[in-house]
């Protein structure tokens, strides 16, 4: 089965790029499960519930979050009664929301996409590691393709991660910093890895934001106003092969659109 993961949605820059390639992508790749960060699709800060509509009516089939996933207050009760919006699975007991979800796809086949966030550099929320084994260690076993988006900051720590998970997930994709990196590869245990996806949206900025303001405050050290960019846009992400008896991916590659 192919797999699609779309990178950081950012802001209306990021959702437009999303809304012109995607049937594309899925017609031409056979996708069969469709999945995007969309953690900052609001704005660059957040999702709201009209939002996640809209991208669900473009055939995604599951929202990943991370740490902005709340910066929008009314996505809390959304949030709630939509599982297929996930926030991160190691938020404290009690946080709105599921940080898993488990679908079938329309031929058939079973999975699970499970988000999680990092702590180094983070919110120091729970150890998204032991979190991982609790949800890998609950699966039903006729789930195989089980594929993970890790919101984290360090690539050491979502290089660990993807060792932790190899063996007993699909791919693990990171998420978060907005810049695509180029070690996309299958691990010894069959898991399909990419440190971060890279960001879906405007480049001609500073991760997604006017880059005057950003270098103003390294200049500065004041804090300016942060403006969502609108040009040089980008598509990224990944597209996994996997072989749904196994749950081991076949192969994984990078895709770019652009403007």
């Not at 929202?63 to 599982?83: C, V, W």
């Not at 932790?164 to 990171?174: E, K, P, Y």
Request: hydrophobic share 40%; aromatic share 6%; charged share 20%.
């Amino acid at each position: 089965m192919n797999i699609l993961f779309i990178g950081d949605i950012f802001a209306a820059a990021g959702r437009s790029m999303v809304a012109e390639n995607i049937s594309s992508i899925l017609h031409d790749r056979q996708i069969d499960l469709a999945i995007a960060n969309s953690e900052n699709s609001a704005g660059g800060f957040g999702v709201t519930p009209q939002i996640a509509e809209e991208l669900f009516a473009l055939n995604i089939d599951v929202l990943t979050g991370g740490n902005h996933s709340f910066d929008k207050r009314e996505i809390i009760d959304y949030m709630a009664s939509q599982p297929r919006l996930l926030r991160p699975a190691n938020y404290p007991a009690g946080v709105a929301g599921s940080g898993i979800y488990k679908g079938t796809t329309r031929t058939g086949i079973p999975y699970a996409v499970i988000n999680l966030q990092g702590r180094a550099q983070m919110a120091n929320i729970d150890c998204p590691f032991r979190k991982a084994d609790e949800i890998m260690n609950a699966l039903d076993p006729a789930i195989r393709i089980r594929f993970v988006d890790f919101h984290a900051e360090l690539t050491s720590e979502k290089m660990a991660m993807g060792w932790h998970l190899d063996g007993r997930a699909t791919a693990m994709v990171g998420t978060h910093t907005h810049i695509p990196t180029a070690d996309t590869r299958v691990l010894a245990g069959g898991l399909g890895y990419q440190t971060d996806a890279g960001m879906t949206g405007p480049y001609n900025s500073v991760i997604g934001v006017e880059k005057e303001s950003i270098v103003k405050r390294f200049l500065t050290g004041v804090t300016a106003k942060m403006e969502a960019a609108k040009d040089g846009l980008e598509l990224h992400g990944v597209i996994v092969n996997a072989d749904e008896s196994t749950g081991k991916t076949r192969s994984i590659e990078r895709i770019t659109c652009y403007k």
